[in-house]
């Protein structure tokens, strides 16, 4: 079973842009919703942001306005554009299946915004 792989984080000033991409296979991604997750230091791993085999979409509270989930089927690759970010963003960024499989979590892309 290959995980998907995620890239595109780094450290960003408050207020600045990243935008994730996530690379999947054909059997995780092919058909099914889609979405990114993080985790913070020291806290559990959220839900941030979802996105169905159609292209409906819905984001936390946290991130919405902010965040914009995308997919392009024909590449098996999810996107997460992030504006106006805020040091509370700061985390691992993880991409899975809605819900989310264990056997699925990649190692994340690290984001850091600095206040």
């Known amino acids: 079973q290959v995980q998907p792989v995620e890239s595109g984080g780094g450290l960003v000033q408050a207020g600045g842009s990243l935008r994730l991409s996530c690379a999947a296979s054909?059997?995780?991604?092919?058909?099914?919703?889609m979405g990114w997750y993080r985790q913070a230091p020291g806290k559990q791993r959220e839900w941030v942001a979802g996105?169905?085999?159609?292209?409906?979409?819905n984001y936390a509270d946290s991130v919405k306005g902010r965040f914009t989930i995308s997919r392009d089927n024909a590449k098996s690759t999810v996107y997460l554009q992030m504006n106006s970010l805020k040091p509370e963003d700061t985390a691992v960024y993880y991409c899975?299946?809605?819900?989310?499989?264990?056997?699925?979590w990649g190692q994340g892309t690290q984001v850091t915004v600095s206040s």
């Open positions: 996105i169905t085999s159609g292209g409906g979409t």
């Open positions: 899975n299946r809605v819900p989310g499989r264990e056997e699925y």
């Open positions: 054909g059997s995780i991604f092919r058909f099914n919703a």
